[in-house]
């Protein structure tokens, strides 16, 4: 510090060095920060299962129409090392109508799930899974559960105290770079980094494929996964 | 049943010393007194049984995909029969003669149970449900050496898509209170049912007392399981019809069946009472909110079974002396907490004697602990009304008594559930089952 102070040579030399640095910082980031590619494709999908029907042994059946669930869909995701982004931003699993908003949710590790209850009876969530064990208890309508942080990665399977029939599976992922196909099993997957990584596409537990891929800049693959 | 016999007067009201273990009944045919190593014997049994059950853990990932495997369905899913299972192991030890619906008089027991449900829907409107159950008997030891039985079967139409109104028939749970809702081992926080569904009384359905003092004599022996009956066995699964349904917030049900409430299972299949003394059994609930759900219950139909061991008096028949039972029932739930109570009052009319009336209630408690851990608390009890006793006096036909039960349950995973359980009961009169039980079931479902 003292130098800075008596020799002012010095005192300009180092901005300028500073500067630099950041210069050529850019340059070697910058090519890697602009390649990003795009993954597309088709999962050739299961067959859909019928819907399990809600238990009414001893008492009133659930009231008015339920409705179907939804039809299957995969969840296509990129497996490799990525630099720490931000944290992931909260989502709502809600639940309408006797059914979770969705029967599979991809979301990152770290991410706060939350449950609101819209329907005018009671649903009680849990989940046994390792990756995370939780049960909210009983809310209602007008209340709001505690967000769940789902930072293990793997699958949780979600219930319903109350009503069997309810299902989810959450997949927590420990990568940025996820997708639910559509109901046809199409996917894209942009903005990904270039390099070597895995692609997998998750149809269930015992239903996982996975393909190797090679990422350049600027390009779009083409990958599918048919039925082996 | 060789149980002594006591003066009509002897030992009414008379508070009984607390501690069950080495007390004896003079001339009792059960086993009164047993050594500390049985005890400990059994105690060990239960906590292994409680203990270990967690390891079965890491092995229930194949529950779950047989879980979801057993249904057979047609492509558009408008046909569907799913089968479920659920298996049940219980140890019960006790002082003594076991209490409440606990048949045989070993003090410790084990009780396996197999449950086999096949839920069937046809559509939006037809549903049914058929229950085999493989056990030693509806209660536990009341058939040692086994039986397969068909528990329940009925068949649904609800024709519209809400719940506005539903047909039912065949033999199926009651719809008095709100009991039966979580009757089963995986819903019932406890291992038995609260006393108004168990605790047996003197009032039989196959003989009718000669004499008011014949009838006052029966309190003084230990409970005629075999011969007796409670205000509600278990979740009387008698056969009948029945329409029910939900309008906003308002549920309804009204049934007739073939058997009283207080009806044993041997009598529960449509063809055992021939319908000379239909019971008609209707509840009214509301539900102001998801919280609370209230109901009013009330019962009345024939309870003695015509048999060459009923002598009625002359030109009476059985279905002159009816159950006549009215019951309120509430439960709230919030979060983690769960409550449910229930009163009942009922009313035999008893042959010879006039109407014998009892009064019982019970106040439940759930919490839970963690995602595995629950525990509950119940409180029973049970008041007995006086009848005359010929002399020109009243006096209380049987003894009120008051049980509490505790539980600590966990539930492991979705297929798994462990509990444990203390009750303690406290009877005025002379001591003559077990006054504490301790009981622990392992249950796996589906």
Redesign the interface.
Same mark, same amino acid.
């Given at each position: 510090m003292n130098s800075l102070k008596t020799n002012p040579s010095l005192r300009l030399a180092r901005p300028r060095v500073c500067l630099a640095a950041l210069v050529l910082l850019l340059l070697a980031v910058a090519p890697a920060a602009r390649a990003q590619a795009v993954i597309e494709g088709l999962v050739t999908l299961a067959a859909a299962?019928?819907? #399990?029907?809600p +238990?009414?042994?001893?008492?009133?059946?659930? +009231? +008015?129409?339920i409705p179907p669930p939804e039809p299957p869909a995969a969840i296509v995701y990129l497996a490799g090392k990525f630099p720490e982004t931000t944290p992931p931003p909260r989502v709502q699993l809600p639940q309408k109508n006797f059914r979770f908003a969705t029967e599979v949710l991809p979301v990152r590790k770290g991410t706060t799930i939350e449950f609101p209850n819209n329907d @005018? $009876?009671?649903h009680n969530v $849990?989940s046994?899974s390792k990756p995370k064990? $939780? @049960?909210l +208890?009983?809310? #209602?309508?007008t209340e709001k559960p505690p967000g769940q942080l789902f930072d293990q990665p793997g699958v949780v399977?979600l219930?319903c105290e109350i009503h069997e029939h309810m299902r989810c599976t959450v997949l927590v992922l420990d990568t940025p770079h996820f997708t639910k196909t559509d109901a046809a099993g199409k996917f894209r997957l942009a903005q990904l980094p270039v390099g070597a990584y895995t692609l997998t596409a998750w149809l269930g537990e015992?239903m996982i494929r996975e393909q190797k891929v090679e990422l350049h800049d600027g390009q779009t693959l083409r990958v599918d996964f048919p039925t082996p | 049943m060789n149980s002594p016999t006591y003066p009509a007067n002897q030992s009414q009201n008379v508070q009984r010393p607390t501690l069950a273990v080495e007390r004896s009944l003079p001339n009792s045919p059960f086993p009164t007194s047993y050594s500390l190593f049985e005890i400990r014997h059994s105690l060990f049994a239960i906590l292994l049984v409680f203990l270990l059950a967690p390891a079965a853990r890491s092995e229930t990932s194949w529950l779950?995909?047989l879980d979801d495997s057993l /249904?057979l %369905?047609?492509?558009?899913?408008t046909f569907?029969t799913?089968l479920s299972v659920l298996a049940a192991l219980e140890l019960y030890s006790t002082g003594r003669r076991p209490p409440g619906l606990l048949f045989g008089n070993d003090p410790q027991s084990i009780n396996p149970r197999l449950s086999l449900?096949l839920?069937t829907?046809l559509g939006?409107h037809l549903?049914s449900?058929v229950q085999l159950r493989w056990d030693r008997g509806f209660d536990p030891f009341a058939k040692p050496d086994g039986i397969a039985r068909f528990d329940e079967y009925l068949l649904r139409y &609800?024709p519209f &898509?809400?719940?506005w109104i539903?047909l039912q028939a065949g033999k199926f749970?009651t719809g008095f209170g709100q009991w039966?809702?979580r009757?089963d081992s995986w819903n019932n926080p406890f291992i038995n049912a609260p006393l108004p569904y168990e605790n047996i009384f003197t009032i039989s359905d196959k003989s009718a007392p000669l004499s008011a003092a014949a009838f006052l004599n029966r309190r003084k022996v230990s409970d005629r399981k075999a011969d007796w009956l409670a205000t509600l066995w278990g979740p009387s699964y008698t056969s009948g019809a029945s329409v /029910?349904?939900?309008l906003q917030k308002l549920?309804y049900a009204l049934e007739v069946k073939n058997a009283s409430l207080s009806s044993r299972p041997t009598v529960w299949d449509a063809i055992d009472r021939n319908w000379s003394d239909p019971t008609v059994t209707a509840r009214l609930g509301t539900r102001p909110?998801?919280?609370w759900d209230l109901g009013a219950s009330f019962s009345r139909g024939g309870y003695l079974i015509a048999n060459p061991a009923l002598t009625l008096p002359a030109g009476r028949h059985t279905s002159d002396f009816p159950q006549t039972t009215i019951g309120t029932d509430i439960s709230y739930?919030?979060?983690?907490?769960?409550f449910w109570a229930e009163a009942i009052a009922t009313r035999f009319a008893v042959p010879r004697v006039g109407d014998a009336d009892n009064f019982s209630y019970f106040l439940e408690a759930k919490y839970?602990l &963690? &995602? %595995?851990l629950f525990t509950a608390l119940r409180w029973n009890q049970q008041f007995f009304g006086k009848v005359p006793d010929g002399t020109g006096g009243t006096q209380r036909w049987d003894q009120d008594a008051w049980r509490i039960d505790a539980v600590l349950g966990w539930r492991?995973?979705?297929h798994l559930q462990t509990k444990l359980q203390y009750s303690y009961t406290h009877q005025l009169g002379p001591l003559l089952q077990a006054d504490q039980l301790l009981s622990a079931q392992l249950s796996v479902k589906f």
């Open positions: 299962a019928s819907a #399990l029907p +238990g009414q042994r001893y008492q009133n059946p659930v +009231g +008015g129409a @005018d $009876f009671y $849990f046994y064990r $939780f @049960d +208890g009983r809310y #209602l309508k399977r219930y015992k | 779950d995909r /249904f %369905s047609t492509r558009d899913g569907r799913d449900y839920d829907r939006n549903y449900l &609800t &898509t809400e719940p539903n749970a039966v809702h009757h /029910f349904g939900r549920d909110n998801a919280a739930a919030w979060h983690h907490w769960q839970k &963690t &995602t %595995s492991i995973d979705r």
